[in-house]
């Protein structure tokens, strides 16, 4: 497993066998489920919005990609935010999750 910094828009995935909430981050290249339940379900919120997500990258079975969130935060384009300084996209607020909840 290796830790990796991912950036992407936070998308719906169908709902596994356990009918739990399943979302992704969908990057440029993959689109990454996320992990553990409880932080799908605080993304969910997010759905459709740009955010940077870091955590433990590894793959199922099939070879899609899981990524077990530690910390996110929320990025906000330039064309979004017309109040934003020129320049790359910001990060509103950064969640850390913590490993006793």
Do not use: C, K, N
């Amino acid at each position: 497993m290796a830790l990796r910094r991912i950036v992407g828009v936070v998308i719906e995935t169908e709902a596994d066998d356990e009918e739990e909430v399943t979302v992704a981050i969908e990057t440029d290249l993959d689109a990454y489920l996320v992990a553990p339940p409880e932080m799908a379900e605080e993304l969910i919120e997010l759905m459709g919005h740009r955010v940077q997500a870091s955590g433990t990258v590894a793959e199922e079975e099939d070879g899609q990609p899981v990524i077990d969130i530690e910390e996110y935060g929320l990025l906000y384009d330039e064309d979004e935010e017309d109040d934003e300084d020129e320049g790359d996209s910001e990060i509103d607020d950064l969640h850390e999750i913590d490993d006793d909840e």
